[in-house]
């Protein structure tokens, strides 16, 4: 296969498919857009291999104390901004393990900021300044898999020996070629040439999910298929965590509310003290010995 930098990118090539697209009606512009998405998922499918290492490696990292660092410019940025935002609400996991890391700096969320992807040294200096160690990992996300910015920062990671990874849609990319893990999903050429928010796009957000969700699962964040250790800061999640506790114990509303205002808003604490009929106290013991496993504290 011939070098990434001496051919055109999969990412930024011609769609075939859609080269009359500006001529048909609405109904039909919109099937074709559906058309072209469907091979996210076929993309995707091809590389679970590579993700498993890489959420082998995220659950090793976090059961050893370390953070886990999304680097990305423009949309592959954006995308690696609200993984990490959305990760301790979910899960209840502190904001310091999945941090993210984003070209032209905050700014850049809510507004683009193009030229601030080309400078690799300010990736690097960005990701030296999280103070990565051995413990670490960072995941670069690229589209193109060549953004300066995120090379920067893998090789700033490189050298303070944490662990890296490259998630990207073109084969045989420069940040894979970094990388000590690379996922290299390729949906191919985006219905609007060049316009990686869309397939690409879709793809990195989908893995990225895929990451964040296995490992919690994996770590005990998890209870049958409950976010059971979700962080409850509003009345929508009291609501969603007394759900979870009259679904997996079968007491009604009443007594879900209740055993969770005795488990001071900790959802996985109140559904030990229901199946297993201990107090809060013993809950959490049973919990800690478990390692935060639900299913270890109840048996």
Known sequence: MADVDNQLLTTESVNPNTVNIDSLETADIL??????????????????????????????????????????????????????????????VSPDLFQAMIAGGEQAIFKSIESAEDDEEQGRKDICA????????????????????????????????????????NENSVIGRIADYKIEAVPGPEVIS??????????????????????????????????VDL??????????????????????????????????NNVKAAIVMIKSGVDYETALKRLERSNGYVREAID
């Open 231 to 264: 962080h409850i800061s509003n009345k929508k999640l009291k609501e969603r965590g007394i759900n979870i506790i009259t679904f997996t114990t079968g007491v009604d509303r009443q007594l879900a509310e209740k055993m969770l205002n005795a488990a001071q």
């Open 31 to 92: 099937k074709l857009i559906n058309e072209e998405d469907r091979k996210v998922p076929e993309a995707i499918e091809k590389v679970i291999p590579e993700i498993t290492k890489v959420v082998d490696a995220v659950v090793a990292t976090i059961k050893s104390g370390g953070r886990i660092f999304f680097v990305g410019a423009g949309t592959s940025g954006r995308l690696g901004v609200l993984e990490a935002a959305e990760c301790p609400p979910t899960f209840g």
């Open 130 to 169: 999280k103070n990565v160690t051995a413990k670490d990992i960072v995941i670069g996300i690229a589209a193109s898999g060549k953004t300066p910015y995120v090379i920067g920062a893998l090789n700033g990671a490189k050298a303070a020996h944490a662990i890296t990874v490259a998630l990207t849609c």
């Open 194 to 227: 060049g316009s990686t928010r869309m397939k690409a796009g879709s793809t990195q957000k989908l893995i990225l999910n895929m990451i964040t969700t296995t490992a919690m699962i994996k770590v005990g964040k998890v209870y049958q298929n409950l976010m």
